[in-house]
Every structure is written in C-alpha cells, then in structure tokens.
C-alpha cells in the first residue's frame, strides 16, 4: 500500500513539474482567450447577506421569550423583505440604474432563509440569542 501511495504522489509531482516548466512556453505562443469562469461578487448583495446573519439577533432584542414564534418569524419575514428593498434602493441609486422590484422581492427569500437557518444552527445553540430576548425588552417591561 506505501508502495501504490508513493507511486501516485511521485506520478502527481512529476505533472505538477511537467505543467510548471512547459505551461509558460505553451502560455506564450496561444492565443489570448477570454476567461471561462469569473468569481464576482455584488457589494449589496454581501451587505444584505451580512444583514440576513444578524437580523435573527435583532429580532430577539425587541422581542422577549414569551413572543410567540409565530410573530417572531412575521417580524423576522418583514425585516427580510424590508432590507431586501432598501438593499435594492441603494443599489439602483448608486449605479443609476431602475429600481429593480422583482429583485428585491426575489432577493427577500435567500435573505429569509439565511436569517432562519443562523438563527437554528448559530445564534440559538450558542445562547446568544437568548441573551439578546434578555437585553432590551424583558417580560416584565412588556
């Protein structure tokens, strides 16, 4: 088994020579093509996914432990669309482009999804937000 181990790692070292010494020799001679995958990310849609990771926070701080769940996931669904729209807004504004309403309310769905799925897998388990039910608005105030 080392035997087979070493042969593949010596086969895959002896490619990854071969790519590095021949590759700007053939690079040279080819014609320039465009590139067939690019990796671009919007700004606004990164802003909107980082709100989208703290809103279930947010929701917590004005809510309190004996909120229905219910009402909480309404307010978190509205927040999501809201920040969807505004996100929206900025976005056209600072291109100069349309307001695009079909991208906003499309763009509200992944935002509602993030939001639940931290809320689930982070922001519970690790008792931040019980925490946060506990902080501004307690059961007592309300």
């Given at each position: 088994m080392?035997?087979?181990?070493?042969a593949v790692l010596g086969v895959l070292a002896a490619l990854f020579v071969v790519t590095l010494i021949g590759a700007p020799a053939?690079?040279?001679d080819a014609p320039t093509a465009p590139a067939a995958v690019a990796f671009t990310l919007d700004p606004a849609?990164?802003?909107q996914l980082l709100i989208a990771f703290i809103?279930?926070?947010l929701v917590g701080l004005v809510t309190t432990?004996?909120?229905?769940s219910a009402i909480k996931a309404w307010l978190l669904a509205g927040l999501s669309l809201v920040t969807s729209l505004l996100v929206e807004l900025?976005?056209?504004?600072a291109s100069g482009t349309t307001y695009d309403l079909g991208v906003a309310l499309l763009a509200a769905?992944?935002?509602f999804v993030v939001s639940v799925a931290t809320y689930h897998g982070l922001w519970k388990p690790t008792g931040?937000?019980?925490k946060a039910q506990d902080t501004l608005i307690t059961a007592k105030d309300a």
């Open positions: 080392k035997t087979l181990y070493r053939y690079a040279a849609t990164v802003v809103l279930p926070v432990r004996v909120t229905s900025a976005r056209a504004i769905l992944p935002a931040v937000a019980e």
